[in-house]
């Protein structure tokens, strides 16, 4: 039988120890989660909150799955730890099933190395790439996410989360105080990020490719080794113009340019297709590819980064002089097979691309009866919904929009609006950016969460149109 537990021993224990993130200790709110299951959290008082945000949009298979569960408790009883100079049948078994089973048509991926977290995946694959060129720069994109450790903190481009401080005092200037090292080092060179409407010049190029392009000749392209993005930004909630990543890889694979394609947010079947990149061209393939999060539904910390042939050759000539303590963990890679295996079974793709017509349909029949939302971006489970002031400009609520440094007071930002109108109804609902939601469920959403999800939506967005 569980023990009980004293929650409010629990809050004072997490007010006395903790550092907290995304709020001062003035404002920080504690809430308690007693339980999950599916896509649902549940409080100590039974309270049950839908999860609309997929909590970092990680919890691809939802919440708890069975067999997951089950196969970490197998895990459990066989190991404690063994590091990755040694192999485990679940080491082994994950790396074919990613390989042969989930990439089984993409003909491009030859070999991996397992670690624990997206960050950690991002630093692997910058790494390879310096060592596999032997050149030192990396392209990057504003707006751009890739993680809050050295080498992924100087690609991410998204002001407010560049791993930083913001003061809180309304009256302060709009600043974050990022650490030293992180903004410009000279090893990252930053393009300007597509937008969602932008429209081909005359030459059938995008104006956001022409830039960049136009960047990495600047500074040479033999000195460039790769250029790192996501194919749809994670925490900014862009989604490019279709042609856009297709024509950035013509241009990388021009100039002897690696392509790190960074998975860890939008990866393994929840939008439609086992990979984001795949939503962009039949044709693209990667040299190297990060995952996290949806590799084991986040169950355990778990991430891998993958590559290429070629690469894979280079590499098996040399001792690669690197180890992280938990890469392959038997407990972590026991839940990846038993995640993959799930995701197989069920067809992932197809299962959540089914879920994306349902919800879709219902933001575009939001769209229709609200004023303040504009554009609807997505696929699979994962979308982005525009709040805007006046549908015919697209004008945005918040001026600084993605340049925001969320500082001072963020109340009125729409965002956390639309939260706190959608927590009336128990659904958590929000953006990391002052004007976009970012909607995401797991794969195995039921219809009757994404109907919940679509009302409270309908109920805050009510609210908001008397803002605009």
């Known amino acids: 039988m569980a023990k009980k537990i004293d929650w409010n021993e629990v809050k004072e224990w997490d007010k006395k120890y903790h550092l907290k993130v995304f709020a001062n200790e003035a404002e920080y709110q504690h809430v308690p989660i007693e339980h999950t299951e599916g896509d649902t959290l549940v409080m100590p008082d039974g309270t049950r909150l839908l999860d609309c945000l997929n909590q970092l949009v990680c919890v691809n298979a939802g919440q708890c799955h069975p067999k997951i569960q089950a196969a970490i408790r197998e895990a459990t009883e066989r190991y404690g730890f063994v590091w990755e100079v040694f192999t485990t049948d679940y080491s082994a078994r994950a790396s ?3 390989i042969e089973d989930v990439m089984a048509t993409h003909g491009w991926a030859a070999k ?3 670690g624990s977290s997206g960050s ?4 692997k694959a910058l790494q ?3 060592l596999y060129t032997g050149r030192p720069l990396t392209v990057s994109r504003s707006y751009a996410y890739h993680g809050w450790t050295g080498g992924p903190a100087q690609c991410t481009r998204i002001r407010g989360y560049r791993m930083g401080i913001s003061p809180t005092d309304k009256d302060k200037l709009d600043t974050h105080i990022t650490p030293a090292g992180t903004v410009n080092t000279g090893q990252v060179i930053v393009a300007p990020a597509p937008h969602p409407d932008e429209q081909k010049g005359p030459d059938g190029k995008y ?3 022409k830039y960049t392009e136009m960047l990495i ?5 033999e000195n460039i080794a790769a250029m790192i993005t996501e ?3 994670g925490a900014s909630a862009i989604f490019p113009p279709p042609d856009y990543l297709r024509q950035i890889v013509k241009m990388l694979r021009e100039r002897s340019i690696l392509w790190i394609c960074d998975e860890v947010l939008v990866g393994v079947g929840k939008m439609g297709k086992w990979f984001g990149y795949e939503l962009f061209g039949e044709e693209l393939k990667p040299d190297i590819m990060t995952c996290a999060k949806g590799i084991v539904s986040s169950a355990i910390p778990a991430s891998c980064t993958v590559v290429s042939k070629d690469i894979a050759d280079f590499m098996a000539d040399y001792r690669w002089q690197f180890c992280g303590t938990f890469n392959q963990h038997p407990i972590a890679m026991a839940a990846v097979c038993a995640n993959l295996e799930v995701l197989l079974e069920a067809d992932a793709p197809k299962v959540s691309a089914k879920a994306g017509e349902y919800l879709k349909a ?6 229709k009866r609200h004023k303040t939302l504009g554009r609807v971006s997505g696929a699979g489970v994962l979308w982005a919904l525009d709040l805007v002031k006046d549908k015919n400009t697209m004008e945005p609520f918040w001026a600084k929009d993605r340049w925001s440094a969320y500082s001072g007071d963020i109340s009125a930002h729409p965002t956390n609006i639309i939260g706190a109108k959608a927590m009336e109804k128990g659904c958590l609902i929000n953006g990391f950016t002052p004007n976009t939601l970012r909607f995401a469920v797991s794969i195995f959403v039921t219809k009757e969460d994404m109907d919940k999800a679509i009302g409270a939506l309908d109920y805050a967005l009510t609210y908001l149109d008397t803002l605009a």
């Not at 950690?120 to 630093?123: D, F, K, L, P």
């Open 362 to 367: 219902g933001f575009e029949d939001l769209k």
């Open 128 to 130: 390879i790439a310096r």
């Open 207 to 209: 104006p956001s490719v």
């Open 217 to 221: 000749d600047s500074y040479g392209w």
């Open 231 to 233: 194919p749809v930004f």
């Open 96 to 98: 074919k099933l990613l």
């Open 112 to 114: 991996l190395n397992w």
């Open 120 to 123: 950690e995946a991002v630093e």
